[in-house]
């Protein structure tokens, strides 16, 4: 009942000093699926900026973005388009693209004529015990390989069985094709549970180079390269399932094919407004994410289904809650109680797509960024409960887990579950990174995650109303302090980045990767004190090229090598650092 009384209270206050706002309404609205789920590249996320923008006007923020707009513009790349031609050729017989072949996003453009291998199912598994490259030459050669891994839907596989391991990414599978000398990848779904399945044109799989020409092609293809070897597809499958043992072998014609690819580029834009304050050398940010999954695409959960991911939690009830306090702070101000600070308001775009709008943001302040003491995060806010909610980051500046407990004692009485880190997969990260103290909000992971399901009818506005009486009582109560210090935070394994599918999977290096830097190596911002990437002697700006033997280009690249190598193992690693390559050796760990 209580909890019940401080949301109306809430209410309240903003409808009597300032402009009319409802929370509900504006999560409704930003989840609608004529937003088309606010992905990058969408006219549905241009309308969400319009009306964000529109809104904090009304609320008398002045703009805080570039030239007097509440703007900021960038340009991203937001995927693929298929053009002509792509095709495979077998033996003078032309498959085309869309019924036969479908060229994968992350392939190179360009047309290959060479032998080709059948390598199973494309897998290299020591942990596993199962290697379809062993005993395979596949140097300058084409790879077939079959989708997913064997004994799937089998619980008594060796695999999973009823889940796919990251072995059967495609993703994964190509940079395990590259790492063995192949040149091309085409993959074919196996008959045993997907005959003559139709294929998928590229989108999910995301677009960042692979390093090698890669499609997918249909049965009939298949066979046409099997013609000849004594065996088909469906045995060579059966002999491979029957076991979980691979039966690798070269095929006895040569292919010829053909990728083209364009890269998509859009504008995108950060709405950013402000309350000026008392003194303007001082600003505190307080961001929430308005982008979300489009119609899907890598991230989503969801992946088959081509529909809006509407992103009601994530991340339209942070977005609904930062401009509730912004109404509120607005309203404050006109009566008279002018912040301090500079309070900038910024809803960002390409959260999704790796920080893109927050990277921007701190690449590229509209202010300088010295002058930014704190900044709050909210990103998952609507779905308290049990009354618990997250609080990321007070390990990162002297004195935020007292400010912490004694605002929620003062207001709200959640039952906060804190961590120290300030790194994680939102958009606090990029200032963090940056060396400003940060504070994120969540309520936690849920099964709609990422998925379409995520819809404005599971959003708890009571809480979500709460919450944003919480943020806007910690903006105030870091007004009224002095400059907080900042400090190098612990790291935790933290729930947010089991949402994100980090942890619990291969080795540990202890890096964080600059999500920014798309080719020429893995940019890390820093290195987590204490892991084995500083014991090492690596360093933040430093560009990982090369590690254990395997060509790092992205951060793909990257995260497969760690997937394939043991906790424990020592590798080499080569770096770019100030224009030279150097080697480091370190030990990998255990994730945290
Ligand atoms: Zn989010
Ligand atoms: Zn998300």
């Not at 399932?241 to 006895?252: E, F, I, V, Y």
Request: hydrophobic residues 35%.
């Amino acid at each position: 009942m209580r909890t019940w009384l401080c949301g109306l209270f809430l209410v309240a206050v903003v409808a009597r000093g300032g402009a009319p706002y409802s929370i509900e309404t504006t999560v409704k609205r930003l989840a609608d699926p004529r937003w088309e789920g606010r992905g990058v590249g969408t006219a549905g996320i241009d309308s969400a900026a319009a009306f964000l923008a529109s809104e904090m006007k009304r609320m008398g923020l002045e703009p805080g973005g570039e030239g007097g707009t509440y703007f900021q513009d960038m340009e991203v790349t937001t995927g693929v388009k298929v053009g002509d031609p792509c095709a495979v050729e077998v033996k003078g017989k032309r498959f085309p693209l869309g019924e036969s072949v479908q060229p994968i996003g992350f392939s190179t453009n360009g047309t290959l004529e060479a032998p080709v291998v059948f390598a199973g199912y494309g897998i290299t598994a020591p942990g596993f015990d199962y290697d379809d490259y062993a005993g395979l030459d596949a140097h300058d050669k084409i790879v077939l390989v079959m989708s997913n891994e064997p004994g799937e839907m089998d619980s008594t596989s060796r695999f999973d069985g009823n889940v796919n391991t990251p072995h059967a990414e495609l993703r994964t599978k190509a940079i395990n094709a590259r790492e063995h000398g192949a040149l091309g990848i085409v993959v074919v779904d196996g008959p045993r549970y997907h005959a003559g399945e139709s294929i998928r044109p590229p989108g999910s799989e995301g677009y960042m180079s692979g390093g090698l020409l890669a499609a997918r092609v249909t049965q009939p293809v298949a066979a046409a390269l099997f013609d000849g070897s004594g065996m088909t597809l469906a045995q060579a499958q059966e002999a491979i399932d029957s076991r979980t043992r691979p039966h690798s072998m070269a095929l006895p014609s040569p292919a010829r094919l053909t990728v083209t690819l364009q890269r998509t580029r859009a504008h995108t834009r950060n709405v950013v407004g402000m309350i000026t304050g008392r003194d303007t050398s001082r600003t505190l940010v307080i961001g929430a994410h308005y982008d979300h999954l489009g119609y899907g695409g890598e991230s989503s959960l969801a992946p088959d289904q081509h529909v809006p991911h509407v992103g009601a939690d994530d991340n339209a009830s942070g977005t609904a809650a930062l401009l509730a306090i912004a109404n509120q702070e607005a309203a404050r101000a006109k009566a008279g109680k002018r912040p301090t600070h500079d309070l900038v308001f910024c809803a960002f775009t390409g959260e999704e797509m790796g920080l893109v709008g927050s990277s921007h943001f701190t690449d590229d302040p509209t202010r300088p960024l010295e002058t930014v003491e704190s900044m709050l995060n909210m990103d998952m806010v609507g779905r308290l409960r049990n009354n618990k909610l997250m609080v990321m980051g007070v390990g990162t500046a002297t004195g935020f887990p007292e400010l912490v407990s004694r605002v929620n004692a003062k207001t709200e009485r959640f039952d906060l579950k804190t961590s120290s880190d300030g790194y994680g997969p939102s958009d606090h990260s990029s200032f963090y990174k940056k060396k400003v103290p940060v504070l994120m909000l969540f309520t936690g992971a849920h099964e709609d995650y990422h998925k379409p399901s995520d819809t404005a009818d599971k959003i708890d506005y009571q809480g979500l109303t709460r919450v944003a009486h919480f943020a806007a009582a910690v903006l105030e109560t870091l007004d009224a302090r002095p400059r907080p210090t900042y400090l190098v935070a612990q790291a935790d394994s933290g729930s947010l980045g089991r949402i994100a599918g980090g942890g619990g999977y291969g080795a540990y290096l202890g890096t964080i990767p600059d999500y920014m830097q798309t080719q020429g190596g893995v940019l890390l911002s820093g290195v987590r004190s204490g892991g084995p990437a500083e014991k090492a002697g690596l360093l933040g700006g430093d560009v990982i090229v090369k590690f254990d033997g395997i060509q790092i280009d992205n951060i793909y690249d990257y995260t497969f090598a760690l997937r394939s190598r043991k906790p424990g193992q020592a590798v080499r690693i080569t770096v770019k650092r100030a224009g030279a390559e150097k080697d480091l050796v370190a030990t990998l760990g255990r994730r945290p």
